[in-house]
């Protein structure tokens, strides 16, 4: 048995491999351009194969799902950073890549795991309407949220595969992961917290800090992610993968700082300054995750200063 991971050099993708190594017999094929991967994230083990390559490459993408008997897709363009300034690359990456992945899997009738994101909440309750407010696809004016249009789009192409082709897809709606070898690099909060602790720079917050997030050990994560991809009555749908402890921006810098023993200040950023456009961070994400523990029993139990240290 083969398993393909696309964008497995990545965070969540690493996790899994070992998750994976860890659970079952199988050869793991990682499908990954290393744009934000790392070869060095991927464990040594002569059952894991890495080929450099792209998703938006149809063909290459083919030639992978033909090997496999089980597909998780990872590969996105991630990060606030890259998405904004790259915006083009990053949406055909996140449309296209999904549009290959599915059609691929779809033919060879192999289950398919497609990787969404609680930004497809969006963060919209204004009325009236105006017209960067999307409802459907968010406010799709801001370059920020092609991230989240994409993710959108992903899911229902995920579903519309499943519903016409009649094979097994299932999509995870992931939460703030984070854990080992998340990079602080695209923006990433507890990483980019714990490096400017360590080196006892000011900890920058977005905004007043009171926006909440919920936070998911990694190891967690892949533990659902995993088992949502082998159980025949999770198909079809979509999971909130994601511990619902909320935690405000304010109090993990706080958490942060006291942990590492830092003499770090925490300094406020007004949103307007740390993103240069018109943009406000969602006030709250919080996942219900009753259909995931229904489903598979899934229980987050990482607490946030476990996260943490
Ligand atoms: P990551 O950047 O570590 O992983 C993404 C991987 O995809 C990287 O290894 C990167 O090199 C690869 N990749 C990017 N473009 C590619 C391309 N065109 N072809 C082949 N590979 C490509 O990020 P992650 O946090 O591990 O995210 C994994 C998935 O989970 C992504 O789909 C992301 O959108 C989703 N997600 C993650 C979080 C989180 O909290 N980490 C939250 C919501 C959604």
């Known amino acids: 048995m083969t398993t393909l991971l696309t964008g497995g050099a990545g965070f969540i993708g690493s996790h899994l491999i070992e998750h994976i190594l860890e659970h079952s017999e199988e050869q ?34 083919t030639e992978h799902v033909q090997r496999s008997n089980y597909v998780y897709h990872l590969a996105a363009a991630v990060g606030v950073e890259k998405i904004v300034d790259h915006p083009l690359d990053s949406l055909k990456t996140n449309l296209t890549g999904t549009e290959n992945v599915l059609e691929a899997a779809a033919e060879q009738n192999v289950p398919t795991f497609i990787a969404s994101s609680s930004e497809v909440y969006g963060k919209s309750t204004a009325v009236p309407f105006s017209e960067s407010d999307n409802r459907v696809l968010g406010p799709t004016t801001s370059p920020r949220w092609s991230y989240a249009s994409a993710k959108a789009v992903d899911e229902a192409y995920g579903l519309a595969y499943h519903e016409e082709h009649n094979f097994p897809v299932v999509v995870g709606r992931y939460f703030n992961i984070v854990g080992p070898r998340q990079s602080g690099q695209y923006g990433m909060v507890i990483p980019t917290f714990v490096e400017q602790a360590l080196t006892n720079e000011p900890l920058t917050v977005y905004g007043d800090g009171t926006q909440t997030r919920s936070f998911t050990h990694v190891e967690e994560a892949v533990r659902a992610t995993y088992e949502l991809l082998r159980t025949p009555t999770a ?22 700082v ?29 996942p219900d995750v009753t259909l995931l523990e229904e489903t598979i029993g899934w229980k987050p139990e990482t607490e946030l200063d476990r996260i943490l240290k």
């Open 28 to 61: 793991v094929l990682v499908l990954d351009d290393c744009s934000t991967g790392r070869t060095q994230n991927l464990p040594e083990s002569k059952r894991v194969e890495l080929v450099n390559g792209d998703v938006r490459d149809q063909s290459l993408v």
């Open 235 to 256: 198909q079809g749908d979509v999971y909130n993968i994601g511990a619902p402890q909320p935690t405000s921006i304010n109090d993990l810098a706080e958490r942060v």
């Open 258 to 286: 006291e942990l590492t023993d830092s003499d770090s200040e925490i300094e406020h950023i007004p949103y307007e300054v740390a993103y240069d456009e018109d943009f406000e961070e969602p006030q709250q994400r919080e």
